[in-house]
């Protein structure tokens, strides 16, 4: 052997080593970088919340101007144009979760609209109040009371055509929905 060969030798064993070592500073990534660091993002855990509710009874009252009745028994009642109902159910809210929001709607048990099945003439309106009478929209979280309301009013200027209607209340039901917070 001679000693070009053997610095050949030595200069392609010199180049395999240094690539070889610019191989293992790279470590697969491309990159030079020898300093680095990590933490924990910081938050430990969050859950869901939920949404209950416990209905109670109904309770009517006759709110016609001049005929005023604390209670009524919706049952044997007839409404005639000019006549006022109002129905009152309380309903205990046991609520967890930050930014809830709900809708309360009153449907006729089968998701329809109330109103719909009411004879010509009357108007249905629907609200959930506070114990003041107040709207509410929101909810706290833990446990409150609320009621839904219920409104039957006979237009004064109702013609025949809703004489001797039914109006099946039976089925009517409050529905609670959570709604998406707004960013109002």
Do not use: C
């Amino acid at each position: 052997m001679t000693t070009g060969t053997a610095t050949k030798r030595s200069a392609v064993k010199g180049t395999i080593a240094a690539a070889a070592g610019v191989v293992v500073l790279l470590g697969g990534a491309g990159s030079f970088a020898l300093w680095n660091a990590q933490g924990d993002f910081g938050a430990s855990s969050t859950g869901t919340g939920h949404l209950k509710a416990t209905f109670g009874d109904t309770t009517w009252s006759d709110e016609t101007p001049g005929h005023e009745k604390d209670t009524v028994d919706i049952g044997t009642f007839k409404l005639v144009p000019g006549d006022v109902l109002a129905g009152r159910t309380e309903i205990t809210v046991d609520a967890v979760g930050d930014n809830l929001q709900l809708a309360a709607s009153i449907t006729d048990g089968d998701g329809t609209d109330l109103a719909a099945a009411l004879p010509s003439g009357v108007s249905v309106h629907t609200r959930l109040v506070d114990a003041a009478g107040d709207p509410v929209t929101e909810v706290q979280t833990g446990e409150s009371t609320v009621y839904a309301e219920v409104g039957l009013q006979y237009d004064v200027n109702a013609d025949n055509t809703g004489m001797d209607q039914e109006i099946d209340l039976s089925g009517v039901q409050v529905d609670l929905q959570q709604v998406a917070p707004s960013a109002d």
